[in-house]
Each structure stands twice: as structure tokens, then as C-alpha cells.
């Protein structure tokens, strides 16, 4: 049973920092993409960043400000954000697919977190 756990949301400022990390037990997938996702209040949930191996993709919204990263033994996913906005306030969820091909599109995740709240006010 694959399990994601989030950490490292927050509230910060306009123009602030914050770090997000996933760590992800119960899998054995020699292939897979994970990534970032976040949904505001009233707004469909959209893709922000995903890695697979050493590739990466960013929503148009976030390239230059957010990176995403893995350690070395690939079972945490990291997602750095610098100058945050006040748009970027969301709920980011952590999700995992089981297929190496990179994907912005949440519908092709089958494995989520609980999500952690991030809040940044202007």
C-alpha cells in the first residue's frame, strides 16, 4: 500500500519562502513520476511541479520561483517555493504515479496525500 505523507506548509508573507516534502513508503517501482499539486477554494486542482528520474515540469505559474527535487534514495519529493504570491495560497497534495512519463494532469495520479496548507497573505 502506497503512502504519501506531506510536511512544511505554512503562512508567510508575500514574497516569502517555504519548503514542502513527501515522503513516500510502501512502493517498489523501479518507474514512476510524483509531483506537486494544489487547489484553492472554489478552483480545480491543477498540476504545479513533477519529477521523474532527473527530468522536471512546472506549471507556467511557478517556473523561476518554485523547484522541485528528490533525495538520493528517491522516496522524498521536495518543493521549494521563493517569492510566493498570494494566487499560491492553496492546498498542495502530493501525488505519485506509477508510470515514469511525466504528467501535469492530476486525473493520471493514482496515489495522493493528505495535502498541507499553504498561505501566503499580501
Known amino acids: 500500500q502506497v503512502q504519501l505523507v506531506e510536511s512544511g506548509g505554512g503562512s508567510v508573507q508575500a514574497g516569502g519562502s517555504l519548503r514542502l516534502s513527501c515522503a513516500a513508503f510502501?512502493?517498489?517501482?523501479?518507474?514512476?513520476?510524483m509531483g506537486w499539486f494544489r487547489q484553492a477554494p472554489g478552483k480545480e486542482r491543477e498540476g504545479v511541479a513533477i519529477?521523474?528520474?532527473?527530468?522536471?515540469t512546472y506549471a507556467d505559474s511557478v517556473k523561476g520561483r518554485f523547484t522541485i527535487s528528490q533525495d538520493g534514495t528517491k522516496n522524498t519529493v521536495y518543493l521549494t517555493m521563493n517569492n510566493l504570491k498570494p494566487e499560491d495560497t492553496a492546498m498542495y497534495y502530493c501525488?505519485?504515479?506509477?508510470?515514469?512519463?511525466?504528467?501535469?494532469?492530476?486525473?493520471?495520479?493514482?496515489?495522493w496525500g493528505q495535502g498541507t496548507q499553504v498561505t501566503v497573505s499580501s
Open positions: 510502501g512502493y517498489a517501482y523501479s518507474m514512476y513520476c
Open positions: 519529477i521523474a528520474g532527473a527530468r522536471s
Open positions: 501525488a505519485l504515479r506509477v508510470n515514469g512519463l511525466r504528467s501535469l494532469r492530476p486525473d493520471s495520479y493514482g496515489y
